[in-house]
T-cell receptor
Framework: EAGVVQSPRYKIIEKKQPVAFWCNPI?????LYWYRQNLGQGPELLIR????????DSQLPKDRFSAERLKGVDSTLKIQPAELGDSAVYLC?????????????FGEGSRLTVL | GQSLEQPSEVTAVEGAIVQINCTYQ??????LSWYQQHDGGAPTFLSY????GLEETGRFSSFLSRSDSYGYLLLQELQMKDSASYFC??????????FGSGTRLQVQP
């Protein structure tokens, strides 16, 4: 069974440019998460979807970040415009029926460098 | 809010046993998870404690004490491939996890 797939793996952009990340969760997983991980830190939740509905986006910087999950499967996270402080790894995760056993399945992440 | 504290680094030798501690502050939670992450890789699930006590999964065990706001991950028979970062994470019922800042484990030969 395929795991969580993310692309691109690496992205280097200049500040003020836009960038988008794509995530394909594990088939059948209705809950999808976007986390941001700064160097030497743990992942921090940005947004959580239950099917196509964003049920927790309280930590998403809405002035420049946006996300969507069309048809309740794939998801895209966008940053426009990017700032230097956005350099981080953006992790997508999925789980079945929310969180009952503490287990999320993570992708390998998209590493963003903003110059 | 919630906060979790872990040691930033731990060093141990191959074949030894190492314990990684996690203390937390929260008004309520459902369980404590542990994840392993190799450099450049995805965090992968190791263990989950919903109840107080010890959970054993092969060479890895995890412990939770709600009364002490404390948990730990125990790694036995350390191998070089266990060199990685280890994160504790609280399941606070928001159907998402709040992660600690991680402990970098270095296994030496």
């Amino acid at each position: 069974e395929a795991g969580v797939v993310q692309s691109p793996r690496y992205k280097i952009i200049e500040k003020k440019q836009p960038v988008a990340f794509w995530c394909n969760p594990i088939s059948g997983h209705n809950t999808l998460y976007w986390y941001r991980q700064n160097l030497g830190q743990g992942p921090e939740l940005l947004i959580r979807y239950e099917n196509e509905e964003a049920v927790d986006d309280s930590q998403l910087p809405k002035d420049r970040f946006s996300a969507e999950r069309l048809k309740g499967v794939d998801s895209t996270l966008k940053i426009q415009p990017a700032e230097l402080g956005d350099s981080a790894v953006y992790l997508c995760a999925s789980s079945l029926e929310g969180l009952n056993t503490g287990e999320l399945f993570f992708g390998e992440g998209s590493r963003l460098t903003v110059l | 809010g919630q906060s979790l504290e872990q040691p930033s680094e731990v060093t141990a030798v191959e074949g030894a046993i190492v314990q990684i501690n996690c203390t937390y502050q929260t008004s309520g939670f459902y369980g404590l998870s542990w994840y392993q992450q190799h450099d450049g890789g995805a965090p992968t699930f190791l263990s989950y404690n919903a109840l107080d006590g010890l959970e054993e999964t092969g060479r890895f065990s995890s412990f939770l004490s709600r009364s002490d706001s404390y948990g730990y991950l125990l790694l036995q028979e350390l191998q070089m491939k266990d060199s990685a970062s280890y994160f504790c994470a609280l399941d606070t019922g928001r159907r998402a996890l709040t992660f600690g800042s991680g402990t970098r484990l270095q296994v030496q030969p």
